[in-house]
């Protein structure tokens, strides 16, 4: 798609319908939203570069700023591209002492010196970050590269993904490789360009609020990334960066279980590969390449709402022609389990009957749907194959018990 604007200084909105969104599809959207998910704060998908759809919900609006969670950590990433870009940072394997030579205490960890800016980047650097409840002495509360360089490695560097700070490592490298604060390069290198320009971004270790904007500044960031990282005439980022970024290095565990590139989690919607930025509560930046697509969710941080991704799915499912429809809809595409129509609706139901029983909760039909597939998909497979294990020891006993039977026969 040739790009002809850029919305620095606002998103256009043109008729849906002209992207191939029916009113159809809108109103089940809403029923949707309004039956399963009371927890949203925002709701907001571009097609094409346009808004087809915005719903701001108690009390919020478009000049909100939400609390990204972690969809900062793919910000920080696009920062690290512009770092690329400028000549700040040549290689990804860069190694992180070599950017601090002066800062490096006597006994630091020999590990360290085998981390890169790729494991970072990847969360695999296998530092042994102290638990979220610890408390620093007093003369050991850095904010500086002093704190990781005072840590333990447990882990092979580029071995083991951990969900643990790793990212936090990278302000501290953009700060001393710019020679300004990290949100002074942020803003003149990234936000700015994308007239992004009421938001806060916190970067102090010590404390949990991190990156608050507006829903619709969070889309320029997946429209940057749709357009290769060119904005106006301008490459804030290369596409090469774009395109490791946005591809799988390792396989991710806790909690979205899924590939992981450069901060930023790969996956396949309906067919459709996806990138997207995620945080706890269920916030979400999805990225769908094919369908020139991006959808934005901001969420209450009382759980995780895992089930936020299923809305996701179901609107790609609606705006999905019938001959184009992925056909093993009824499979869990990781572990193969297959399901009858009659069975799922049977989970569905039980575990509506479970969250009401045993938890005096209602949930709709879309939530309990993302109850059964986030167990099909982690654990499914475990289950299947202990079930395999505990049936091949029971056919050698009897094999067994087989062989002993016949030298009974012998004469």
């Not at 970072?120 to 500086?144: A, V």
């Not at 056909?327 to 799922?344: A, F, G, H, P």
């Not at 909760?361 to 202990?386: C, D, P, S, T």
Request: net charge negative; charged share 25%.
């Amino acid at each position: 798609m040739k790009i002809t604007y850029y919305p620095t200084k606002g998103w256009k909105k043109e008729n849906r319908e002209k992207h191939g969104i029916s009113t159809e599809a809108i109103n089940t959207l809403n029923n949707i939203i309004r039956e399963d998910f009371s927890h949203l704060k925002s709701v907001l998908i571009v097609k094409n570069g346009s808004i087809v759809y915005e719903k701001y919900l108690k009390g919020y609006s478009e000049n909100s700023l939400h609390e990204t969670a972690c969809i900062f950590k793919s910000f920080l990433s696009a920062v690290i591209g512009t770092a690329f870009q400028n000549n700040l940072i040549r290689s990804i394997e860069t190694k992180v002492v070599d950017i601090f030579p002066n800062d490096i205490p006597g006994n630091i960890d020999k590990n360290f010196y085998k981390i890169t800016l790729k494991h970072l980047l990847t969360k695999t650097s296998g530092i042994q970050w102290p638990p979220k409840d610890y408390r620093f002495p007093e003369d050991e509360h850095y904010n500086d590269i002093r704190l990781p360089f005072s840590l333990k490695i447990k882990d092979e560097p580029g071995k083991v993904f951990e969900y643990k700070p790793d990212p936090q490592i990278l302000f501290y490298i953009i700060e001393k490789l710019s020679g300004v604060d990290f949100t002074s390069y942020a803003d003149k290198n990234l936000f700015s360009p994308l007239g992004i320009k009421d938001y806060l971004w916190n970067t102090n270790f010590y404390e949990d609020d991190c990156l608050l904007m507006k829903t619709r500044d969070i889309a320029k960031l997946g429209y940057l990334y749709l357009n290769h990282g060119l904005w106006e005439n301008h490459q804030i980022i290369s596409p090469e960066y774009i395109q490791e970024s946005t591809s799988g290095h390792i396989h991710a565990n806790f909690p979205e279980n899924n590939p992981y590139g450069y901060l930023w989690w790969i996956t396949n919607i309906e067919g459709h590969n996806v990138f997207y930025a995620a945080g706890f509560g269920g916030q979400g930046l999805y990225v769908i390449p094919d369908l020139q697509l991006i959808f934005v969710i901001t969420s209450n941080m009382d759980k995780p709402h895992a089930e936020n991704k299923m809305l996701v799915k179901e609107f790609v499912k609606m705006i999905t022609p019938d001959d184009k429809k992925v056909s093993t809809r009824d499979v869990c595409r990781r572990n193969r389990i297959k399901l009858t129509r009659e069975e799922q609706n049977k989970l569905i139901n039980d575990i509506q009957l479970f969250f009401r029983d045993e938890r005096n909760e209602e949930i709709g039909i879309i939530a309990a749907e993302a109850v059964m597939e986030f167990f099909l998909e982690n654990l499914g497979a475990f289950i299947y194959n202990k079930s395999l294990d505990e049936t091949k020891i029971w056919f050698s006993k009897r094999m067994e018990d087989i062989e002993i039977d016949f030298d009974i026969l012998y004469k």
